[in-house]
């Protein structure tokens, strides 16, 4: 572990880590005074890095650094051509009932433009908890896999909010009535709600020696306990 972050891959290039929740990868332009994953890695390694994509704050998961000038140039074009193949994990509301894709994006929440922004999702998992809300005897959510082709900014969180399915926890693109609620039934059960379910599971792209580099992270144990209490509410699919 280098910098609060177990590492995943590195070599004489690269340096890929399993980035925590609640971290900014660069120093944050709000709050001059709070480390980011950089510093702390940088100081850890002696060494300095280049972020060639970044998550947000709340996001965990893979993280990949470049460790010169060329293989940086080499990943950040990469990153721009769609040649890298990204997973992510996700916890919604409600039951996701097939694969959807979505084609736009609004730069920023007070930004009304549309701008090109492409992510795939697919259900995995759906659950259904005995916890009344709205006039409805249970609370539905569902476990999905997202792959981005592009990377906009808070791009997944505001795909799934378009599709009526916002990420539990999230305080931007989510639904903060249901966030309180949630907040409300978790600490009933004597748990925490955890902050943005939305993790980076898996990443391939084209290591800058040559070949492919395939990383996976695993998810961080709070992450795990909460996917491990949900599945007490697994609604079996339906037979074929």
């Given amino acids: 572990m280098h910098g609060g ?27 001059r005074t709070e480390p980011s994953l950089v510093e702390g890695l940088e100081t ?8 060639v994509h970044r998550l947000d704050r709340p996001t965990s998961g893979v993280l990949v650094f470049a460790l ?19 997973t992510y994990g996700a916890v919604v509301r409600g039951w996701m009932p097939a694969s959807h894709a979505v084609f736009e994006v609004q730069p920023d929440v007070k930004d009304p433009r549309r701008i090109d922004a492409e992510t795939h999702f697919l259900p995995l998992e759906h659950f259904e908890a005995p916890w009344p809300r709205r006039g409805f005897p249970t609370f539905r959510f569902s476990l999905v896999e997202a792959k981005p082709l592009t990377g906009r900014r808070h791009q997944i969180r505001q795909h799934c909010d378009d599709l009526r399915h916002p990420i ?22 004597g748990r925490t709600l955890g902050g943005l379910h939305l993790w980076c599971r898996r990443l391939v792209l084209p290591h800058p020696n040559g070949g492919i580099l395939d990383v ?16 007490s509410f697994l ?4 037979p074929v």
């Fill in 5 to 31: 972050a177990p590492v995943l891959h590195q070599d004489d290039r690269v340096l890929v880590v399993n980035k925590p929740a609640g971290i900014h990868v660069h120093r944050s332009m709000y709050d």
């Fill in 44 to 51: 850890a390694l002696g060494r300095k890095l280049y972020p």
């Fill in 68 to 86: 010169d000038h060329e293989a940086a140039s080499l990943l950040g074009s990469a990153f721009r051509t769609r040649d890298v193949d990204k």
């Fill in 168 to 189: 539990l926890g999230d305080t931007v693109w989510g639904d903060t009535g249901m966030n309180g609620w949630l907040a409300q039934v978790f600490a009933s059960e």
């Fill in 216 to 231: 996976s992270a695993p998810l961080w144990p709070e992450v795990q306990q909460l996917l491990d209490w949900y599945r």
């Fill in 235 to 238: 609604v079996p699919p339906p």
